[in-house]
């Protein structure tokens, strides 16, 4: 035990050297990622062609609400990328670490971002060796146990070079399917809500500081041996903590950046304005609310518009869209089979009947397709 307190004590002297790294930009916003989980973008393939393994994707947001959250998706199937990126709370700069399993996905599909109540400003990626690491505390280990009866405390003097835009590495082992973590104060507070029960994998998680509030937390403790904090939680082992720091700048060259589409104040009757792309593999969708269909009648009608994407021709792709329920992506009249609309260049007019009348009402709308960029969506009448 003793042992353990001088290697810590060691640990917690180091300091981070300055070095010459680079923040790469891939994305180039505004994008408002609005309400109810209906936006999202999804970054290109090709800026995943030369990164590794331990690189960092990085999110830089405004516009946050208290209880905005974050998202990293596969653009196939919409799932998270990992159990930990799914869906997570959000308070400034949001980070991914890639693993060799993500990038697979990215590689492939591209990554995309969503969530709810917030508005995208940048993305970057950086090499993992742009982000040095402090270990700080090395154990003993703790396996935390299925009744989240276990935890580890961790000294003030380990967490005294912590500060904002650091992140809080725990390296981890013996991961269960569920395993989450917890972490607290030393009063047994959670530092924050969204880490109370943080999904947890792979062999690290890492907590990114974004204001004072949890610092504020943890200097009440005092200094020294006194607890500053506790790390519990269910279905993992906690081997070791690392403080994990950022160096270098961020890059100016934006010759190979991608550009969010151009976002439009929507007018009376628009239900969507913009770009919204609906590429090849059959990933791109568009969900919409409820709240705009609540006054609507059977002698309303969709206007839909886009324009047609020329390699999804020459790949021999027919360009069509289909509109879904939000319950079971079932065809939105109620029919067994979904009804594709073939696309010409000409818009597509589409007249409700009751039983879809009542579906967009009561749950919206989620339209889907294959081989064109969206461009509006009106609700008009047909009277």
Known sequence: MKGNRIIVVVLCTLFFASLPAVERTILIGPKTIGKAWKD?????????????????????????????????????????????????GINGPFRMTLTEDILAIAREHGIAIGGHDYRILQVTISDAADYQEQMVWTGPAVMMKDDWSANAEIPASCLKDLRVGDGLRLHISKAKPNAAAKLMDFTWNVLSPALDGVPVGGDSYTWYIYDDAPLLKLALAGYGTNVAMRIGGTGYRLDAIGIVRQVGEVSEDYSAVQRAPREYVLRAGELFHGEKYFPADWSGNLRLTAAPFQQATENDVLLISYTLD??????????????????????????????????????????FDAVALDEVKTRGLILTGVGFTLTKIELISAQ
């Open 310 to 351: 020329p390699a999804a021709k020459a790949a021999g792709v027919t360009p069509q869209l289909s509109l879904r329920n939000n319950r079971t992506w079932g065809e939105l009249t109620g029919a067994a089979e979904p009804i594709w609309y073939k696309l010409d260049g000409t818009d597509v007019v589409y007249m």
């Open 40 to 88: 999202n973008i999804v970054l290109e393939p090709r800026h995943f062609a030369s990164a590794h393994a331990g690189d960092i994707l990085t999110v830089y947001n405004d516009n946050a609400k208290r209880t905005a959250q974050g998202a990293f998706q596969n653009p196939k199937t919409w799932q998270g990328v990992a159990p930990e990126y799914g869906y997570f």
